[in-house]
C-alpha cells in the first residue's frame, strides 16, 4: 500500500503586522489631495490647503465599511445596539524623492506609514485647483506615473537599507552559534528577501514559503502592504471618464502591480456634493449619470486588506465582526472574546443571503440552512453565526 502523501502546508498571509487592530494609510506625494480625500472619507476637518506639507503628524480616523446587507439586518431586528464595520484611515504627510535619505520631511512619515497594515496611494491627474488656481507640485508638473514610481522607490529603498542593517547582526550571530538552526534559517531567508528586493521588487509580489513569510511580517516590510491606487481627477475630467494619464497609470499598474486595483476619483466633485443639500446633491448625480465614489473606495480598501466581517444578531445587538478572509471558526469567536476562542464548542451558522430570500430565522431552520460547524469551518463573509463555548474547566480537552 503506498504511504499516504503529506498534506502540503498552505502558506501564511503575507499582510505585514497580523492583528486585529488593521489600519490603511494614505500615502503620496505633497499637494496631491490626500488630506481633502482624508476628509471626505472621515467626515472629519483637517486642514487641506494648495502647499506642500500641509499635513505633519498623521491624522486618524475610523470610516464606516457601507453594507447594505448589516442596514438590512437593523431594520428586521431594530435592537437596543447596533455596531457597524470600520476601517480606521491614517492621512499621511506628502513623501519625496529621497525621503529614505531623509530628504523632505523623511524618516518620520516613512515611520508613520510602518504602522499601517495597507496603503491607499493617492496620485492626482490635474494642474489646476477647483477655482482655476494653479496646484502647486514638488516636481513642478503633473505625471502621475512618475509620482508612484517615487513613493515606490523610496518604500523599496527603505526596506533595503533596514534589512541590510538587520543582516549584519544576524550573520554575526549564526556565525557564533553555527549549530542554531533557526537563526540559519533566519538568515537564509534575509538574504533571499534582500536579493529580490535589491532587483527592484516590492516583496508583496514574491513566492515565499511559510518561513520567509514569518520573517517579512517580523520586518513589517513597507512593500509588504498590499495597496490600492486613487487617481485624483478634476470634476471636468472625472464627468466625462478621460485623461491622458488613465491609460499610462493602468499600463503601469498591470504590468507593476499585478492584482491591484485603481479607482478614479474627483476630490473636488466629492466636495462640491458634501455641500449640496440631498435634493441638489441628487439633482446633479442623476444629471450626470454618475455616483459618489467614497463608498467604493472605502469597501475596496476594506477588501485590499483581506477583510470579511460576520453578523452576530438580536433583539439587543446587531453586531459586524471584522476578521481575515480565511478564518476558521475559532478564531472568529477569538474577535468576540478570548473564551470563546479558548472553549470552542461549534458555531451554529447561516448565510446571510439565506436569511433575506427566506424572511426569518425559522424558516431558514425549516429549510434546513441553518448549520452546525466545528473548528475546520473557515468563516465566509456575510455569515451570521451563534458561537456555543465552555471555559469552566480550561484544561480538560472538549
Not at 435592537?79 to 499621511?92: C, G, R, W
Not at 476578521?323 to 475559532?330: E, F, L, N, S
Not at 448565510?351 to 473548528?375: C, F, I, M, Q, S
Amino acid at each position: 500500500m503506498a504511504p499516504k502523501k503529506k498534506e502540503e502546508e498552505k502558506p501564511r498571509q503575507l499582510l505585514g503586522r497580523p492583528g486585529n487592530n488593521i489600519k490603511a494609510g494614505l500615502v503620496g506625494m505633497p499637494n496631491v489631495g490626500k488630506s481633502t480625500t482624508f476628509n471626505l472619507m472621515c467626515n472629519m476637518s483637517i486642514p487641506a490647503e494648495n502647499f506642500p506639507f500641509c499635513t505633519i503628524d498623521p491624522s486618524e480616523s475610523r470610516v464606516e465599511v457601507p453594507d447594505p446587507q448589516f442596514k438590512e439586518l437593523l431594520s428586521a431586528w431594530k435592537p437596543k445596539s447596533e455596531v457597524a464595520a470600520f476601517l480606521t484611515v491614517f492621512d499621511i504627510a506628502g513623501l519625496v524623492k529621497g525621503a529614505a535619505e531623509g530628504a523632505g520631511l523623511g524618516n518620520a512619515f516613512l515611520s508613520h506609514i510602518s504602522a499601517t497594515d495597507a496603503l491607499f496611494h493617492i496620485c492626482r491627474t490635474y494642474e489646476e485647483t477647483a477655482d482655476g488656481d494653479v496646484a502647486t507640485h514638488v516636481e513642478d508638473s503633473v505625471d502621475p506615473v512618475r509620482d508612484l514610481e517615487i513613493i515606490a522607490g523610496e518604500l523599496l529603498a527603505k526596506d533595503i537599507a533596514f534589512v541590510e542593517n538587520v543582516r549584519g547582526p544576524l550573520a554575526k550571530e549564526v556565525g557564533r552559534d553555527g549549530k542554531a538552526k533557526e537563526k540559519k534559517d533566519k538568515l537564509e531567508a534575509t538574504d533571499k528577501i534582500l536579493d529580490y528586493m535589491k532587483a527592484g521588487n516590492d516583496v508583496r509580489f514574491g513566492t515565499w514559503n511559510n518561513k520567509e513569510i514569518d520573517v517579512i511580517n517580523e520586518y513589517n516590510l513597507l512593500t509588504s502592504k498590499p495597496a490600492l491606487y486613487l487617481v485624483n481627477m478634476s470634476e471636468k475630467d472625472f464627468l466625462r471618464k478621460k485623461n491622458k494619464f488613465l491609460p499610462k497609470l493602468h499600463a503601469w499598474i498591470t504590468e507593476k502591480r499585478p492584482g491591484e486595483k485603481m479607482i478614479p476619483y474627483s476630490a473636488a466633485m466629492e466636495q462640491k456634493l458634501v455641500d449640496f443639500s440631498e435634493d441638489e446633491k441628487k439633482a446633479y448625480l442623476e444629471e450626470n449619470k454618475i455616483t459618489s465614489t467614497m463608498d467604493k473606495i472605502v469597501v475596496e480598501g476594506y477588501h485590499t486588506l483581506q477583510l470579511i466581517h460576520f453578523y452576530t444578531s438580536g433583539a439587543d445587538e446587531v453586531k459586524c465582526w471584522t476578521i481575515r478572509k480565511g478564518w476558521k471558526a475559532p478564531q472568529a469567536a477569538g474577535t468576540i472574546h478570548t473564551d470563546f476562542e479558548r472553549g470552542f464548542i461549534k458555531a451554529e451558522v447561516y448565510a446571510y443571503k439565506d436569511w433575506k430570500e427566506l424572511g426569518d430565522v425559522d424558516k431558514v431552520k425549516a429549510a434546513g440552512k441553518y448549520r452546525t460547524e466545528g473548528k475546520e469551518y473557515v468563516v465566509q463573509d456575510g455569515d451570521c453565526i451563534f458561537f456555543k463555548f465552555n471555559v469552566s474547566d480550561p484544561g480538560k480537552k472538549k
